[in-house]
């Protein structure tokens, strides 16, 4: 099966030395392309630069990525192929950087604009945070005949609110499955499907191997 792994996260910068990101090392998602391809799957592993995890990659093609805007890019890039399965484990920043603003001494703020490296000495700073669109939500749309599977790290409330907030994931992007997890689910993962059933995963390769089984359906 060819299958797409995404893993690591996105950043959006806020001028040309800063960045806005995720706390993600990318090693979830490196270790199931990992499990993929030493299964027989043909994988393309697309990770994040800012990604920390220091394993091997065993993908057949490993490609970086930076901005959700990229990601996304590499997404469009790969729509023409075939593709039978993606697992979407990278953590996409919700947010990028819109406006910026600089006290101006008048009781205002003053836009900055167009500066490579705002200067720290400038004090307080005001950034608009705008959110980013969810790639999520187009998958179905470039991989109409692709088996998707999505993610869901959920950090407040009860292990009832992360799955359900998994759930609405599948129903509102169309895809086949999301793996829950994060402080809200506690340990382990949960795998959710459209029949509303969750199985409860207590390990990573219990997880990859549920997923290969679904890949093979």
């Known amino acids: 099966m060819n299958c797409i792994v995404t893993a690591g996260p996105t950043y959006e910068p806020l001028d040309d030395v ?30 994040g630069e800012a990604a920390t ?31 039978d399965a993606i697992f979407h ?23 900055i604009r167009n500066a490579r490296k705002i200067s ?18 187009e998958l179905r749309g470039l991989f109409p005949k692709a088996k998707i599977a999505g993610w869901k790290f959920e950090a407040d409330g009860r292990r009832s609110d992360a799955v359900a907030a ?12 999301c793996v829950v997890n994060g402080p809200a689910y506690g340990e ?8 509303g059933a969750v199985t409860h995963l207590a390990s990573p390769p219990l997880l990859f191997d549920a997923l290969e089984k679904f890949l093979r359906q």
């Open 18 to 47: 800063r960045r806005l990101t995720n706390f993600s090392t990318g090693r979830l998602g490196t270790e199931l392309a990992n499990f993929l391809a030493a299964r027989g799957h043909k994988v393309i592993l697309l990770i």
């Open 53 to 83: 995890f220091p394993g091997e990659r065993k993908a057949q093609r490993v490609e970086l990525f930076s901005t959700t805007a990229d990601l996304r890019g590499k997404f469009e890039a790969l729509s023409g192929k075939r593709v």
């Open 89 to 111: 484990a990278a953590a996409v920043s919700d947010f990028t950087i819109g406006r910026i603003f600089e006290p101006n001494g008048a009781g205002k703020l003053s836009e």
């Open 120 to 137: 720290s000495r400038q004090g307080k700073l005001l950034a608009e945070l705008v959110p980013t669109p969810k790639i999520i939500s």
């Open 166 to 177: 998994a759930q609405k994931q599948i129903a509102e992007c169309s895809t086949d499955l």
């Open 188 to 195: 382990g993962f949960g795998l959710a499907g459209k029949t």
